[in-house]
């Protein structure tokens, strides 16, 4: 297991972590999990809600040089500038159960999470590890509260289940981040010199943990490796100096991570025996700072452990049977057998996912696990069967993985080894409506949202699903649909036609009977036009001679009120910049339906100009 913290002081991330992450070594073969805590990450209200509805450009970028590796984001929690990210083998995946996560603020009182600690527990081949990364109170003379806040941490986070409610309750404990742990009495002078010489044991009797660590009952267990590499803070942005500011702040071991064994219950078992213990041990292989980033004032620690037990799962919960190869749609075939005792849910699926996935919602394809016998397979242990239809394989070759996703535990209880699609691809001159349709495809992009417990992948919208992000808690069912690649292209396409609407629509003039004949309110056409303006759209009524103009219901112009297209309400943020601005101040001050809108507004919704230029 790899551990890493890094405070990164909100700084935008590193082109490479390849050397961080101790990948361009022989000893990534061997690493089965990656833990990864980061602290500062930026948290202001407009990144914010950027990282909120898309991913974070840290998480991102781990998911991105992980993924060639085999390695699969299993879960991830954040509290503003706080992350924390799991990943493991692939293989892994369906002995990493009863994944929880929580967060405790401690910053401001508990009102505000700068300060505070977020956590991971799972059961990994049935042994408890949580991992927990902490940002603790800054200054030297802040121990205690550090102390206090460690202490309230512990006791704030509890998980449900029969085992394990507390993170000192399990087996393993990870405990790692920006601690911000100091060193006492010695003056800066004499620190940069034993740094410079070398010497630094004669700092470690003064550092601020390793005291805790004899005189906290709270430490009492907790272990650390030899600090055999420089003080990690506080350095000049940009280079390995330490800090030269007119603050000249003290070199310290800030940034930490410490490992905690659950000790071996006491007493004795019935007929006169000690019951049997999982046998768990742990050797710290490496244990480093890396001085090669300086994007932070921070450098990242990075930490290898051997983990040693004997496992307590033999089996995946679900076993999938699949042929070595699918040449022929009909050959698409899924057999899969679940272990008695298997929660099974009706809203369980069976995902494809090309070989080097990232999370386990980056599949390619799925096909839901409702076989008509499922109960009966499951109480019988029989195989239960589905089938993925022709239009949701992929065509042309490559090597993919098929996975049994549960929501009742929402992660993945069986994988099947990498296996070959070989698919011939359409004809390129088959006809133009397939042509025009795989352009519309590549468009009218849909982003689906998932909360952790949501009960369906993106319902009904399998062949359209694009996202390589993982579930976001705080925005179940949000279905957002983002501006197109093609930036003249309409942000609402019709889900009948899922043709992009007209660039231009015109005004339309109609003849004074035909509009009191079709008699529509000016004030309920509000969603007349969408039209395009420097990679913008939004919506403009049609006015004459200061007036709204009636429109016929059964006209292009009507057709095109996103009321008419069925459409959800839909969280659309809009970039204004000073031009844009400008021209808004100078339009006719009109009716602007739906200029602001919250994902419970109803269709028809609007606010005036004024209310509306401000996203």
């Known amino acids: 297991i790899t551990v890493v913290t890094w405070n990164v002081g909100t700084a935008m991330p590193p082109n490479d972590v390849t050397s961080l992450l101790h990948l361009n070594t022989g000893e990534t073969n061997d690493v089965d999990m990656i833990a990864i805590g980061l602290q500062e990450v930026n948290s202001k209200i407009n990144k914010r809600l950027k990282d909120a509805l898309f991913t974070d450009q840290w998480s991102e970028l781990f998911m991105d040089v992980l993924s060639p590796f085999h390695f699969i984001l299993v879960s991830t929690v954040r509290m503003q500038g706080v992350i924390l990210l799991v990943f493991a083998k692939y293989y892994h995946l369906p002995f990493l159960q009863d994944i929880q996560t929580d967060c405790t603020r401690t910053g401001l009182g508990g009102y505000w999470g700068n300060k505070g600690g977020v956590s991971v527990r799972l059961s990994i081949f049935g042994h408890m590890v949580c991992f927990l990364n902490c940002h603790l109170p800054a200054h030297l003379e802040k121990a205690e509260q550090r102390k206090e806040d460690f202490a309230t941490i512990l006791h704030m986070q509890q998980f449900e289940g029969p085992v394990a409610n507390g993170i000192l309750d399990h087996d393993l404990v990870f405990w790692f981040g920006d601690l911000n742990f100091r060193i006492e009495s010695l003056d800066i002078c004499f620190v940069k010199y034993a740094i410079d010489s070398n010497v630094l044991s004669q700092l470690w009797e003064k550092d ?30 940009g280079t390995n100096k330490y800090d030269s500011s007119a603050k000249k702040r003290k070199p310290a071991w800030t940034d930490r991570i410490l490992w905690k064994i659950k000790p071996p219950s006491k007493g004795w078992g019935t007929g006169g025996h000690r019951p049997s213990q999982g046998v768990l041990s742990v050797s710290q292989l490496c244990y480093c700072s890396h001085m090669e980033y300086t994007v932070s004032d921070h450098k990242p620690v990075a930490a290898i452990f051997a983990v040693q037990f004997a496992s307590k799962v033999d089996k995946p919960q679900v076993e999938i049977y699949v042929a070595d190869e699918w040449s022929k749609p009909e050959q698409a075939v899924v057999r899969y057998k679940m272990a008695v005792g298997f929660h099974r849910s009706s809203w369980d699926w069976i995902g494809l996912y090309r070989v080097g996935f990232r999370h386990p919602k980056d599949y390619v394809s799925y096909v839901w696990a409702r076989s008509e016998d499922g109960e009966r397979c499951l109480e019988k242990q029989l195989c239960a069967q589905v089938m993925f239809s022709e239009e949701a394989l992929p065509k042309g070759n490559g090597e993919y993985i098929l996975g049994y996703y549960s929501n009742t535990s929402s992660s993945i209880a069986g994988v099947t080894e990498p296996f070959q699609i070989s698919l011939p691809r359409s004809e390129e001159g088959s006809s133009s409506t397939d042509s025009s349709s795989s352009s519309s495809e590549e468009d009218d992009s849909t982003l689906v949202l998932l909360a952790p417990k949501s009960r369906s992948p993106s319902p009904g919208k399998m062949k359209r699903h694009r996202s390589r992000s993982p579930s976001l808690a705080k925005f179940q069912g949000l279905i957002l649909r983002p501006s197109s690649r093609d930036r003249g292209t309409s942000r609402s396409p019709s889900p009948q036609s899922r043709r992009s609407l007209p660039r231009n629509i015109p005004t339309i003039h109609l003849p004074q009977e035909e509009r009191r004949h079709h008699g529509v309110k000016g004030k309920e056409l509000g969603q007349a036009a969408a039209e395009s303006l420097e990679g913008s759209s939004f919506y403009q009524t049609v006015q004459e001679k200061g007036g709204l103009r009636n429109v016929s219901a059964d006209s292009p112009l009507a057709r095109a009120d996103p009321r008419n297209l069925g459409l959800l309400p839909a969280l659309r943020l809009e970039m204004v910049d000073q031009v844009l601005g400008r021209r808004w101040e100078s339009a006719d001050q009109g009716y602007y339906p739906c200029q602001k809108m919250s994902p419970t507004s109803p269709p028809g919704c609007g606010t005036s100009p004024k209310e509306g230029r401000n996203p």
């Open 208 to 237: 601020q943990l390793n005291i805790a660590k004899s005189t906290w009952p709270v430490l009492r267990g907790f272990q650390e490796g030899p600090l055999n590499f420089p003080p990690t803070f506080k350095f000049d942005v």
